[in-house]
């Protein structure tokens, strides 16, 4: 009896005192900032009948302070560094300064909250500054990824692909939070391409979810820790080494053959004139005048483009690894890969190599560049083999080209195409994206074959475990 009137007593107290509640978050919480859509605003809308405004906390717990409701939704505003909450043209509440925690807001029973033309799972944090605030969604990384695996990949792919590609953006989230991607800044995530794109429940599949769903919890991992899971839309036969694209060499990001080549038809082409190419140049850094020339002087093994010269009528400028890629951004933007092969102008014809076997091999829409014997043919029986020698026409006469594998090959090779006079450059490629990691049509492409998703991650990330 004692006891009891205890317990109501405690009861009575904080019925009268109005005391907050905590609730507990889940340990997999991150903090997505969304800046695409919600930096440095001035307001917000939320359609939310009713939301619980509270306090978050570094721990993830979250305290509650009280429900509003209007009819009309609310208004979020920030009015010298406070958040001001407002319904109806009226302030309903603000929370002052000097409280510790974050101010949230949340919807009873979990609902996603309806802010402006968008709508997230979990809280919406607002860090003020002056006059505007930032929007900070505070989500469980499952729900996370509910929002991220349908826009990075379509979520009409075989159920083994979304699958895989669940696990690699779960581990590049891990990863990233894990490295401090955005250190010093109040998120662990940006909603943007530098981290992954994110677009809350907009985009949200029932495919999709399902993946997630069955690989909850599931990582990549190397010696043990999350890995830096990279993936883009297709190679176009193969991927590539880390260090040709960034400046680490990871051992779970090797250079891999695509298993199902046909399953990436990526072609695709750019033309750019002289002027353009000058204007490029000169966006990026270089001070040579006017681009008359364009010379790729070095590839990887898999083909892809490591060495872009531009000459110019005061010098000459190299760009190499990814920049020869994203270079163009001033001219219309990145090129799709590194794995393209140039035309017009005066072309210099054939391929200038540091050893005979290394050869172009072009389809009549795109090029690829490595040794004669890493190459197939089908022949008309079906059988898929390996070349040793090949016949060249240059429109005048055939030679025939004959190679054999060694034992061991560098990292790049040697490989002068040079392109001068005419109107300018014309680039063929193939692939989409800078090669590095899984490649999401060729996951496709093997899903359809039969492979499972760990086969998948197994293929594109050597040695890596998978739990």
Not at 42 to 48: E, G, L, M, Y
Not at 121 to 127: D, L, P
Not at 180 to 208: I, K
């Amino acid at each position: 009896m004692n006891r009891l009137m205890k317990f109501l007593s405690v009861l009575l107290l904080i019925f009268v005192m109005g005391a907050a509640s905590v609730v507990a978050v889940n340990a997999t919480t991150v903090r997505v900032g969304l800046t695409r859509n919600f930096g440095n605003r001035i307001s917000v809308s939320i359609a939310n009948p009713t939301i619980t405004v509270g306090r978050g906390h570094e721990d993830g717990s979250f305290t509650a302070t009280r429900d509003l409701t209007s009819a009309g939704g609310f208004v979020i505003s920030a009015q010298g560094g406070q958040i001001v909450v407002a319904a109806g043209g009226a302030t309903v509440f603000t929370f002052t300064g000097g409280t510790p925690g974050n101010p949230q807001i949340r919807i009873p029973g979990g609902a996603p909250v309806q802010i402006s033309d968008y709508s997230y799972r979990g809280a919406m944090e607002f860090i003020a500054s002056g006059n505007t605030f930032l929007v900070v969604n505070v989500v469980s990384l499952e729900d996370y990824l509910r929002g991220v695996v349908p826009v990075e990949m379509s979520p009409s792919f075989h159920l083994e692909a979304l699958k895989a590609q669940a696990i690699a953006a779960r581990t590049f989230a891990m990863y990233s939070i894990n490295g401090n991607r955005h250190s010093g800044q109040p998120f662990d995530l940006c909603n943007r391409e530098h981290c992954q794109v994110y677009l809350g429940t907009a985009r949200e599949h029932e495919n999709t979810n399902r993946a997630v769903r069955d690989t909850a919890g599931v990582l990549l991992r190397y010696g043990g820790q999350p890995i830096l899971s990279s993936f883009f839309a297709c190679c176009g036969g193969v991927t590539d080494n880390s260090e040709n694209v960034w400046v680490a060499a990871l051992p779970y990001l090797r250079a891999v053959q695509g298993v199902v080549p046909g399953h990436e038809p990526v072609v695709w082409e750019r033309t750019f004139t002289w002027a353009q190419l000058t204007q490029a140049a000169n966006a990026a850094g270089a001070n040579i005048g006017t681009v008359t020339g364009l010379s790729i002087s070095q590839t990887s093994l898999g083909g892809r483009v490591q060495e872009l010269t531009f000459i110019g009528t005061n010098g000459q400028w190299t760009r190499s690894g990814e920049a020869v890629r994203t270079m163009f951004g001033s001219v219309g933007g990145s090129l799709r890969s590194r794995n393209f092969h140039m035309g017009g102008g005066s072309f210099a014809a054939g391929v200038v190599v540091n050893t005979p076997a290394s050869v172009t091999i072009t389809n009549g829409t795109a090029f690829n560049f490595g040794e004669l014997s890493t190459f197939r043919v089908l022949t008309p029986y079906g059988a898929m083999v390996y070349l040793s020698q090949a016949y060249v026409d240059n429109g005048q006469s055939t030679q025939r080209i004959t190679g054999t594998a060694t034992a061991t090959t560098p990292a790049t090779t040697s490989h002068t195409e040079t392109v001068t006079g005419g109107q300018g450059v014309t680039f063929y490629g193939q692939g989409w994206g800078h090669g590095v990691g899984m490649s999401q049509r060729g996951a496709e492409g093997m899903a359809r074959q039969g492979f499972t998703y760990r086969q998948i991650l197994h293929h594109y990330y050597t040695g890596v475990e998978i739990r």
